[in-house]
């Protein structure tokens, strides 16, 4: 009895620990290619012939499009919070207009196997989920 209280008990915390220890740094260090997403409740995948990288410091992020035998093109930066759960990204920089930029973004944030999911509401009012999987 008391051996199957305590792997109960084991389970639960360790379970517990999982489900909290997802992402209890607070930064997104790294680089990410977009994997492709939802947006409005439609899939859409990773573009072709180009790709769609992200650059997370410990405070900030840059965003990339690469095609190969053109230049690298810088086309968005900001800045981003963790909270819990949370992703809050501020973009200070875009190459394109943007109903985006400069207003605080909250998405839910889950990582599962290497890749970091993005789940919110842009000020356009599109509901987005993002994936992006984590390349270093």
Known sequence: MIKAFTLISLFVVSFGYCAFAQHTENTLKGDYIFQGGLYNGKPDGPPKGYTLKRTYTDKGFTAYASEKGYKTEKYEAGTYVLKADSCLETQTFSS?????????????????????????????????????????
């Open 96 to 136: 394109r207009p943007t109903q985006a930029l400069n207003k605080t973004i909250h998405y839910a944030l889950k990582i599962e196997k290497g890749e970091l999911i993005l789940s919110g509401k842009l000020p356009s009012g599109m509901v987005v989920e993002e994936h992006w999987k984590k390349i270093k």
